[in-house]
């Protein structure tokens, strides 16, 4: 699905080369929810928009469903999550999720029945006409998802979407978040630095230390895919997070040696 | 009814006694500063007066040196109201002439402005070399450049509205410009991105994100842009032989001394600027709120 084979990227800035990956390896298979965890700085970002041909490597190797990640962006094969909601001010939620499919020329019928379909999904009905002010902050994420899921692409980017919100709202739409992976079979990459985020959320755990942005450790979750919020006080989701826990500990030792 | 209403909000709320107070003082100023600008001119027509006459002759020379607000403005309504518009004597016509050489202006202002911030934030080469253009261009006075541009466009048989239209043009393209730059940057790198992930080509880009994103920005420029219009008619009126317009009146004023007149076209500038920019902000207002920007 999404493949990563020795990739460096160097940012080129005022103060001289910094380097933001460096032999990055990773292979994402169709269905996954991979979780890339890291301080800030390690590069989870730079990899996430890396995937999206938002940003290029330096060396080595990204493909995207078989295609460069360039490919892969001009026929729409990621929908992309950003920090911020990043809703237009003027337009309505179903005008802002419309906007993708208006962008790739749907018919005025399918635009209709694509933004209703992903409004239930991310449970937003009845606020079709509602402006984004009028949204609280956890409302206006989800109308950002649904409108990176409005047009059928098979996978999702995101870029640390709840890390503005408050831990009540963010474990709601954790799980709300994990009902709509399981129902779409959408491939998820998801950027946070919340431990407990990652684990809840992941079949795959990436682990990333910075300067430079490497990756230290990838674990394979072994917890059941039907999962709910009592799930983070049993051991098994215990014994993840340490080990994630002790991957992140093991990159600021490399750094102070 | 309505009327009333908006008169007593504007009492409630406490915003009429300022406005008087600050109208008051100028008042009070301007009367007590005519008398001894005037009172040489009152001396030499008149004998033997008492010095309250003396004030109130200071007050209504027929050729004062400083008109009084009264005078302006019996002037202003008699020649607004009772000279037929027609009339080179009416105050509407000659404001309708510069009225219409502002707007004309201020549309090719507009869309020189616009034109030129698209080419500004889409073209590199134009990013680095025409904004110091812009730039100098406002630092040449517009007094020197007017005469040049309606001598020039004389001399190919251009006459009337259309060179003062361009000296209108010159001074609000400017601001039209500064604005619709900073707006149609406006959008921040993650709206942009996001535009990018969706693989949208430019014109989408611009059409859906930046030129709805510079609106704000646009409007506050057109205030600027539409005074300053203004201006630019009435200063070409000037070189033109003073034929019509505001700025003619004013210039017809100072030749014969004049001075009310000469006072009386400056307030009906004013009035007109005033009202143009009040104007424009309704229908800011009315955008806005359509695009729910403000609420």
């Known amino acids: 699905m999404i493949s990563v084979q020795s990739v460096d990227l160097t940012f080129e800035t005022n103060d001289g080369p910094v380097q933001a990956l460096k032999d990055v390896s990773l292979d994402v298979k169709q269905g996954d929810f991979v979780s890339f ?111 990176a899921l ?20 963010r474990d709601r739409l954790n799980g709300e978040l994990l009902n709509l992976w399981k129902q779409t079979k959408k491939t ?27 990756i230290t450790d990838v674990i394979e979750s072994p917890l059941p895919e039907n999962r709910t919020l009592e799930i983070r006080d049993s051991k098994e989701f215990i014994k ?6 002790e991957g992140l500990k093991a990159g600021h030792t490399d750094e102070i040696l | 009814m309505k009327f009333f209403n908006m008169l007593r909000k504007l009492f409630s709320n406490g915003n009429i006694i300022p406005i008087v107070t600050v109208l008051a ?37 027929e050729k004062p040196k ?26 509407v016509y000659h404001g309708w002439i510069t009225l219409e050489a502002t707007l004309a202006g201020f549309i090719l202002g507009t869309i020189l402005g616009i034109a030129l911030a698209l080419g500004i934030v889409h073209n590199r080469a134009m990013n680095l070399s025409v904004m110091p253009w812009v730039i100098a261009s406002q630092t040449i006075p517009i007094l020197a450049i007017a005469p040049m541009i309606i001598v020039v466009m004389n001399s190919v048989g251009i006459t009337g509205l259309l060179p003062k239209a361009i000296i209108s043009m010159y001074l609000s393209f400017f601001p039209v410009v500064v604005g619709m730059v900073k707006g149609l940057r406006s959008p921040d790198q993650i709206q942009i991105d996001q535009m990018k992930t969706w693989s949208a080509t430019p014109r989408q880009l611009l059409w859906k994100l930046r030129f709805p994103s510079s609106v704000p920005y646009l409007f506050a420029s057109l205030k600027v842009g539409i005074a300053a219009s203004l201006v630019g008619a009435i200063v070409g009126e000037l ?5 019509a317009g505001l700025g003619a009146r ?5 030749y014969y001394g004049q001075t009310i007149m000469i006072w009386s076209a400056l307030f009906s500038a004013a009035f007109l600027a005033a009202s143009l920019v009040i104007i424009i902000n309704i229908i800011q207002n009315i955008t806005l709120r359509k695009m729910a920007i403000i609420r």
């Open chain 2, 250 to 254: 004013m210039l017809a004023g100072t």
């Open chain 1, 150 to 169: 409005a047009f059928d692409a098979n996978i999702l980017l995101m870029d640390e979407p709840f890390g503005a919100l408050d831990e009540i709202v």
């Open chain 2, 25 to 61: 003082a100028i008042g009070v100023f301007w009367y007590s500063v005519a008398i001894p600008m005037n009172s040489e001119r009152v001396a030499r027509k008149f004998k033997d007066l008492t010095a309250s006459e003396h004030v109130l002759k200071a007050w209504n020379l």
């Open chain 1, 37 to 147: 965890i890291g301080p800030s700085g390690c590069g989870k970002t730079t990899l996430l928009r890396a995937i999206a041909a938002l940003e290029n490597p330096t060396s080595g190797k990204l493909s995207v469903n078989g295609r460069t990640p360039d490919e892969a962006r001009r026929s729409r094969e990621y929908g992309y999550v950003f920090q911020a909601a990043g809703l237009y001010p003027w337009r309505t939620v179903a005008g802002n999720i419309k906007l993708p499919l208006e962008i790739m020329g749907y018919l005025k019928a399918e635009k209709e029945e694509r933004v209703k379909k992903v409004i239930e999904l991310v449970e937003l009905t009845g606020f079709e006409r509602k402006f984004p002010w009028q949204l609280s902050g956890g409302m206006q994420q989800r109308a950002s998802i649904a409108r």
């Open chain 2, 239 to 243: 070189p033109s032989g003073a034929i």
């Open chain 1, 188 to 214: 998820i990459c998801f950027v946070t630095h919340s431990i407990p985020e990652a684990v809840f959320l992941s079949t795959k755990i990436v682990v990333m230390s910075p300067r430079p942005g490497r």
């Open chain 1, 240 to 245: 993840i997070a340490q080990r994630v826990r």
């Open chain 2, 66 to 91: 400083l008109p009084t607000p009264h005078q302006i403005i019996t002037e202003m309504v008699e020649t607004v109201f009772f000279k037929k518009i027609t009339s080179k004597r009416s105050l």
